[in-house]
């Protein structure tokens, strides 16, 4: 269905230490490894698709790690570095005093074909936001549509190449970006930085960008948005739903605010004084949410999504698919059948990540509950995290990994059954569509309402961060005092009248 090229193996497997390249070499499925990971006094291990393989019974050395950082380019700042002219990216895991402990060592391909399921909101010259889960082909979908764009249709294509993921290592870019240029960022902090220099400098008419993650990073991608430039990027969030939860960047489409209506305007709308509105114009018109290569699910109107959703309505995907001829299939769901189907796909992808929890129980809660979960050995495999309180409060670097990289988190109170499949539960429920962001505003609604009246104070439940920051803003304007109170995760806001 699709032409796969694999950008030189060789290159990646001929830096490895013999006694662990070789195996790799003689197996069959060699063109169908995902990466190599090596860590100092462990065996190392071979990742494909669907199963990990000990590729040696020998434990990996220091000399095997300098072995394979000799033979590479520098690392970055980000720890990553690459191979002249591939895609391959290896990235490094370091000690306290700076040396390297651990190697991930990943497969870059460039994969022609990707885009054919949305090339028509490629070509529309609209703004698009590619959303998904680690591994599902978001910047080989993004580095083929700056090759389509720069060669097919002839555009000025500027590449913002972030740890050169798109564009492979070295000063001459891969072949698989075509005629599109690429400008290189020295260390992740700069992208924003360079993101505003490409639009400056270069005239482009289109701006590719890998992983927006930082407020700068929201807030220049505006800035090009506004001066007419084509974006085409990716960010943390499998769903637009998240980025609506998510405070750095929410602003990508559009932002919210609690505004409290006149009496009247209310009356006509027919809603609370209090509600939800977005703040100003989507940065992105189009949201494209990849479930794999084969499956999408497309919200075209970015603004009127987002606009329902703050309502209490839903706007329900188009969702687009191949089938076995390679031929482009599209639905439009209805919004219930939207909304189980989103949230089956997220969770039929659970590859879940223990730490500080019994990983056979959690494995006999998976079996036991029938759930479309599997639990992995490494947080670079997962796509969730479950943890302990006691584990979370301390922030090892699983976590700190699993937060810097958008991985959600779930977090139990004890390593106990009963809570591991209260967890489970939560997670595959595909009965919930409540909105935690109405759910927040609402219930600060009726706590206003009952110090009003003359209650003293009242708690709310226990928020994150950033749907407190709004209850605060709700109470505010209601000429009412609050303040959080208690630890994460159980921290939450009490709303009182001053004179408590």
Same mark, same amino acid.
């Given at each position: ?40 006094g ?43 002219r591939t ?106 930085a ?30 090009i ?33 609690? %505004?409290?209506?006149? =009496? $009247?305007? !209310?009356?006509? *709308?027919?809603?609370?004084? /209090?509600?939800? +509105? ?21 919200q ?17 995907p188009? %969702?687009?698919?191949? =089938? $076995?001829? !390679?031929?482009? *299939?599209?639905?439009q769901? /209805?919004?219930? +059948?939207?909304a ?73 109170k ?87």
């Amino acid at each position: 269905m699709f032409k796969r090229i694999t950008t030189d193996l060789d290159a990646l497997l001929n830096r490895l230490p013999p006694h662990i390249s070789q195996p790799i070499q003689e197996r069959e499925d060699r063109n169908e490894l995902l990466e190599v990971v090596m860590d100092l006094g462990r065996p190392p291990e071979a990742r494909y698709p669907n199963h990990e393989i000990v590729l040696s019974d020998k434990e990996v050395t220091e000399e095997d790690i300098e072995y394979v950082a000799s033979r590479i380019a520098p690392f970055g700042d980000d720890n990553r570095a690459g191979i002249e002219r591939t895609l391959h990216r290896i990235s490094a895991i370091r000690n306290r005093k700076g040396r390297i402990v651990g190697l991930t060592c990943r497969v870059g391909r460039a994969v022609f074909g990707t885009i054919g399921i949305i090339q028509d909101l490629v070509e529309s010259g609209k703004s698009i936001l590619l959303l998904g889960g680690p591994g599902v082909g978001k910047t080989t979908m993004l580095r083929e549509v700056a090759r389509v764009l720069a060669d097919d249709l002839k555009k000025r294509v500027v590449i913002v190449d972030t740890s050169n993921e798109i564009a492979g290592d070295g000063d001459i870019p891969h072949p698989a970006i075509g005629h599109a240029r690429r400008m290189q960022v020295a260390t992740p902090q700069l992208q924003h930085a360079v993101m505003i220099e490409a639009v400056e400098n270069h005239m482009p008419e289109v701006i590719v960008i890998d992983e927006i993650g930082t407020e700068l990073e929201a807030l220049a991608a505006r800035t090009i948005a506004e001066r007419g430039v084509q974006l085409v990027a990716t960010a943390h969030g499998n769903t637009l739903d998240n980025l609506i939860m998510n405070p750095t960047l929410c602003d990508l489409i559009g932002g919210i605010q609690s %505004v409290t209506l006149g =009496d $009247e305007e !209310a009356k006509r *709308r027919g809603t609370q004084k /209090s509600i939800l +509105e977005r703040k100003a114009p989507p940065t992105f018109d189009i949201v494209v949410e990849i479930q794999d290569w084969y499956h999408v699910a497309i919200q075209s109107d970015v603004a009127a999504v987002v606009d329902a959703m703050l309502r209490g309505r839903s706007m329900p995907p188009e %969702v687009r698919w191949l =089938d $076995e001829t !390679a031929e482009v *299939r599209r639905e439009q769901m /209805s919004p219930r +059948e939207g909304a189980i189907a989103r949230k089956v796909v997220a969770d039929t992808t659970k590859r879940i990540y223990p730490f500080g929890i019994n990983k056979s129980r959690l494995e006999q809660v998976v079996k036991s509950m029938g759930v479309p979960a599997k639990v992995v050995t490494s947080i670079a495999g997962a796509n969730l995290l479950m943890t302990s309180k006691s584990y979370y409060r301390r922030k090892p670097q699983p976590i700190r990994d699993a937060e810097s990289t958008g991985i959600p988190i779930y977090v139990l109170k004890t390593n106990k059954i009963s809570q591991i499949e209260r967890c489970l539960a939560s997670v595959f429920d595909v009965e919930a569509f409540d909105n935690p962001v109405i759910s927040a505003i609402k219930e600060a609604e009726e706590a206003v309402a009952q110090v009003k009246e003359g209650k003293n104070a009242v708690d709310l439940s226990p928020r994150n961060a950033y749907l407190r920051m709004l209850q605060h803003q709700l109470a505010e304007r209601y000429s009412l005092s609050s303040h959080s109170i208690g630890r994460e995760p159980r921290r939450r806001v009490r709303i009182f009248s001053g004179l408590v």
